[in-house]
C-alpha cells in the first residue's frame, strides 16, 4: 500500500505518523537525539520510518521543524543545534522521488488544526500556539502564508510595550512571547507574589498551577492572567488590524487553560480591537502535540491531490 | 469602443479616469457633494461619466469608496454621510450588466501602486496611506486580501503606546495614526515646541513645515520626525512578523517628505523588527492621488481577463 508519512520535529520528542488511505495506521514518538549538534536526528527519523513502513512503499513525507524555512532550506534551528540546511535534499538522498514538503513546526501545526482540529471550517485563521515561546501560522483563502523569508506567523515578537522591560532571547524588548508564555507568565509572577497572600508559592510556578489557582479566585493568580490576557489580546488586535480573519485558534501547553484562557481573552479583544474587526471569533486547538504530525499528513496529500487529481 | 471606468471617491474631490484599450484617455476631477448626507454623489458620478462616455460603451466600472467594502456593500463613510448602502446594486440599477467592483479606497489606491506605481514587481507588500490619517491595503500572492469584514490593512489603528496618551477618532487609545500621520506629526509639534530654540511656530504648522524644518536640520523638527518614525516603524515591525511581505510602499501626502522618510523609516524598522524580516524593503508610491483611480482600471481588467481570458 502507498503510506504518507507526517513528522514533527520537536526539541524533546519527535512525532511520527504512519497514514494509509487518509487513515493514522501507525504512530510513533521518540526522542531528539541533540548530541553533536544533532546531526543524528534526520538518519534516526529514517530508521524508524522504515521500521514503521514494512511492507508497504513511502510516497510522501511531510515534516515540521523548530525554524524558519524557505523553499524547504531551514535556516536555523537553535533547539536542534541545526545550521542552515537543506531538509528536503536530506529526505530526497534517502527516498528519492517522493512528495516532500518541509515547514516551520508552528506552520504545520497550523495546518493540522486547520484540517482536523479547531479550524475547521474556516477559511482565513491565526493559529497560536502558547508554550515556552509563542508561534503560530496563518491561513489565507486555505492556504498557508508562509511568508517571503518563512517568518509568517512569527507573532511571538510582536511589541506589547514600550519600557525596555523584559529582554527576549531574539535580542529585542518587551515581545509578547515574555508576557504571555509559560514563561511569561512565571515571570509577571515571580514579579508579583512577594508580600502578597497567595497560594502560589515561588517554588512551585508554573502556568499551571497559576490558572489553576486562578480558577479558584485566588487573587494574585488572576492579576497574573489578566496581565497575560491583556499584552496577548493587544497582539491579537494588531494581528486583527492587519489581516481581519475570521477567528484565532489558541493551541500549545497554555491553552489548556480552557475556556477560561479563551472567554477572558475574546473580551479583552473586543475592547482592544478596531471596530470593524471586533467580532473575530476565539477558538481552542483540538489536537495537542499532535496536529504538526497531522499538518504533515495534510500537506502532502494536497500536493498529492494537485498532481492526480482525486482524493488519496 | 469599449471603455472602462475607475473611480475614485473622497472626501474632497472624485476622481474618474476613463480607459480605452489599456490607456488612460480622459481624466476629470469632480467635487465631492456632501449635501444631504451624500445623496447626491453617485449621480453625480454617473452624469460626470456619461458625458465622457461618449460614442463609446461602457464595459465596467471599479470605484474605490472611503470605509469598509463587504461583498460591494460599504458598511459605513463617515466622510462623505454614508450610513449601510449597495453600492454594487446603485450602479447595476444605472448601467446594468457590466463588470463592477467596489472596494475601500486604500485597498483600490494598493492595487493601483501594485499594477503602476512602488509596488511594481512584489508579489506580497503592504500599502500604507499616511495623510490626514493612515491607512493601507495588502498583496498577498499579487491578490488584494480585504479580509473577513472588509478592514484588512487598517493599519491606522496598531497600537503603539500603552499610556493612553491620545484618543483616536475610532474610540480606541493611541493608534499609530494619532502618532504618524499629518495629524500626528501636529500633534506632536504642538507638544514639543513651546519654550524651545526652533524655527516652527504654531501657528503655521503642517507635515510639510515639519519636514521642511527636519531636513534643514532643526533640532525640534527632527525630534517630532523621530517621533513618527518611532511610532510607524513599531506599527510597520508588528505587520511583519505577522504576514512577513517582501516590501512597505509607503504613499499619502506626508509621503512627500521622500527619501528623507523613507531612509530613517527603513533604518529605525531594522532595529525594532524580529531578525528574520529585517530584509523587508521600502519603496515611495508613484501615484499620488490618481493611484486609486488606476486602480479601478486594474480590478475589473482582472474580472475581464478571468472571464475572456485574454489581455484587454
Known sequence: MEAIFGVDIGGTNIKIGKFVKGELVEYSSIKT?????????????????????GEDTIIGLGMGVPGPVVNGVLLKAP??????????ERIREEYGDIYIKVTNDANLAT?????????IGFKNFVFITI?????????LDNELHE????????IGHIRVDFRNRRKCNCGLYDCVERYASATGLVITAQEKIPGRNTSLTLENLSSKTIFDEAKKGDEV?????????????????QIASTI?????????????????????????????AFFPVRNTQFRLATLGNDAGMYGGYYI???EIEKDRGYEN
Chains 1, 2 share one sequence.
Open 111 to 119: 495546518i493540522g488544526e486547520h484540517k482536523l482540529g479547531g479550524g
Open 221 to 237: 493568580a488572576l492579576e497574573i492572567v489578566d496581565d497575560m490576557v491583556e499584552k496577548l489580546a493587544t497582539a491579537l488586535s
Open 147 to 154: 511568508g517571503v523569508t518563512g517568518a509568517a506567523g512569527e
Open 131 to 139: 508554550g515556552t515561546g509563542i508561534g503560530g501560522g496563518v491561513i
Open 300 to 302: 502532502i496529500k494536497k
Open 79 to 88: 533547539n536542534l543545534g541545526w545550521e542552515p540546511f537543506d531538509v528536503v
Open 33 to 53: 537525539n541533540k548530541e553533536e549538534n544533532g546531526k543524528y536526528i534526520m538518519s534516526e527519523i529514517f530508521e524508524e520510518i522504515n521500521k514503521m513502513l
Open 244 to 272: 481581519n480573519p475570521e477567528a484565532f485558534v489558541i493551541g500549545g501547553g497554555v491553552s489548556k487553560a480552557g475556556d477560561f484562557l479563551i472567554d477572558k481573552l475574546a473580551k479583552r479583544f473586543q475592547k482592544l
